[in-house]
């Protein structure tokens, strides 16, 4: 639809009419009338448009704790919102109606910057979230939405692969509080099983970049698929990492495996293999490794690691914050990097 169709922010020409998009760590170099591999961007007479400015394929408001986010506003409410297309192609994408289409399908609404951030605040939600698919998808649409957001003193999250380029990062940076990224698996061969790219550890340097320049909040997730990136080697590479890039208070979710989408044939994550990866996760130093999608397990509280005691209980998406005093353990004061206010940053 016209509405929805923007020149995009982030691209050059290139010779016969061609153009470079700079948005993803793709970088597609794009023929006159085709589509990125996202297909949501499109080169029309040698400039790349965004064929899906604003357009929600869904909206909701939801808790934090189901981003996942653990250490970010615990127990409010974001209004979260998905777009169309992505730039992975995931086996077990559990968005896979909204993530795999060929331009912008018939039947997306409309909801403007100025709108959403009118939804946040009229469901009382203290922030908004752009997830269920990639947002770099609607990259300049996020960037609009959070430069009016911060006007507006709510939080921002982005729930994503972590693919964008560090210059699509660097734009939305001052305007962003929560980097919420998965990390598949650690090795070249699982990123092309299970999301068809195989350069992926620029995702790396941009979730380093995002908290070291940014300031962001970084919470990292990894989904366990069994035979898949179950093994020690994957799941030591992911933790040794985030504990010596992105430091031991950065919380990792090891979270159940559905069978689903072009996965459905493989059973679904054993209790006992997210209780070993949490393991692997505390021997590599992480002070917060949570397990996900296994309601009732303990392993989604958060206990101090300096006294032992509980600081947040959390039973599905019932959250009891029963320790915390500003970011610290209310017992002992522990810095338990436990988010609960906006960091004023420069753009
Ligand atoms: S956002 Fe990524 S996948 Fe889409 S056109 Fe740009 S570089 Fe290609």
Redesign the pocket.
């Known amino acids: 639809m016209k509405q929805n169709m923007r020149e995009a922010m982030l691209y050059e020409k290139l010779p016969d009419s061609r153009v470079r998009?700079?948005?993803?760590?793709?970088?597609?170099a794009?023929a006159p009338d085709k589509?990125?591999?996202?297909k949501?961007?499109q080169n029309r007479e040698g400039k790349?448009y965004t064929l899906n400015y604003a357009a929600v394929s869904s909206a909701a408001v939801d808790p934090i704790e189901k981003k996942p986010l653990f250490h970010f506003f615990p127990g409010s409410q974001v209004f979260s919102l998905g777009g169309w297309?992505c730039?992975f192609h995931c086996q077990d994408c559990q968005n896979w109606q909204i993530a795999c289409v060929d331009g912008l399908p018939s039947g997306s609404q409309t909801i403007l910057p100025e709108a959403a951030i009118e939804a946040t605040r009229s469901h009382h939600c203290a922030g908004i979230a752009w997830t269920y698919n990639e947002p770099?998808?609607w990259?300049e649409y996020t960037l609009d939405s959070a430069r009016l957001a911060r006007q507006n003193k709510l939080y921002t999250v982005y729930v994503t692969n972590g693919?964008l380029t560090a210059e699509a990062l660097d734009l939305i940076g001052p305007f962003l509080d929560a980097w919420r990224v998965d990390i598949k698996g650690f090795s070249d061969d699982i990123y092309r099983k299970l999301a068809k790219v195989s350069k992926w550890r620029g995702i790396l340097d941009v979730a380093k970049r995002a908290k070291e320049k940014w300031g962001m909040h970084v919470e990292v997730v990894t989904n366990i698929i069994p035979t898949m990136n179950d093994d020690e080697e994957q799941l030591k590479g992911i933790a040794d990492w985030i504990r010596n890039e992105l430091g031991e208070l950065t919380p990792w979710h090891v979270t159940r495996f559905h069978p689903h989408h072009l996965m459905s044939h493989l059973p679904p994550t054993p209790t006992s293999t997210l209780e070993r990866a949490m393991d692997i996760g505390h021997k590599a130093g992480l002070r917060f490794v949570y397990a996900g999608n296994i309601p009732g397990h303990p392993g989604e509280n958060t206990a101090c690691y300096s006294c032992g005691n509980l600081i947040i209980r959390r039973q599905g998406y019932q959250t009891e914050l029963l320790g915390l005093k500003d970011s610290h353990c209310k017992f002992c004061g522990a810095d338990l990097n436990i988010r609960t206010s906006i960091i004023e940053r420069c753009d």
């Open positions: 998009c700079h948005v993803c760590q793709w970088q597609c794009i589509l990125g591999v996202c949501v961007r790349l297309g730039n770099a998808m990259f693919f």
